[in-house]
């Protein structure tokens, strides 16, 4: 995430993103060509030829392409983690996991990172 202006202004002057980014990135936002085109409003056509490198991909879009893949990774992960939360108590009920050692290695963890 950009925590400064100067940040921000950095990622304004920094070269285009390539094609292969650029389609990284709407993959990783979740989008299909045709989900991303009808979000931006622009025409199916207009994204492949971004995808093909046919066209320059404007850096108001790659900013905002950015800003959603960030916002997808960050919603995934929040939510792999309750999942994984679930699992942990499911196994806890049915008594498959020694619960007082899980209990133990976390607050150790945690001691060792307040130093």
């Not at 320059?56 to 309750?82: H, M, N």
């Amino acid at each position: 995430m950009i925590k400064s202006l100067d940040g921000l202004v950095a990622l304004c002057h920094k070269a285009t993103v390539t094609k292969d980014e650029f389609k990284k990135l709407r993959e990783t936002a979740g989008h299909t060509q045709a989900s991303l085109a009808a979000a931006m409003g622009v025409h199916l056509r207009t994204v492949w030829r971004w995808e093909l490198g046919e066209t320059i991909i404007p850096k108001v879009v790659e900013l905002a392409l950015r800003y959603v893949a960030e916002r997808a990774a960050t919603e995934r992960d929040s939510k792999e983690l309750k999942q994984a939360r679930a699992a942990l108590k499911e196994a806890k009920k049915k008594g498959t996991v020694p619960w007082k050692k899980v209990k133990n290695d976390t607050s150790s963890k945690r001691k060792r990172q307040k130093h």
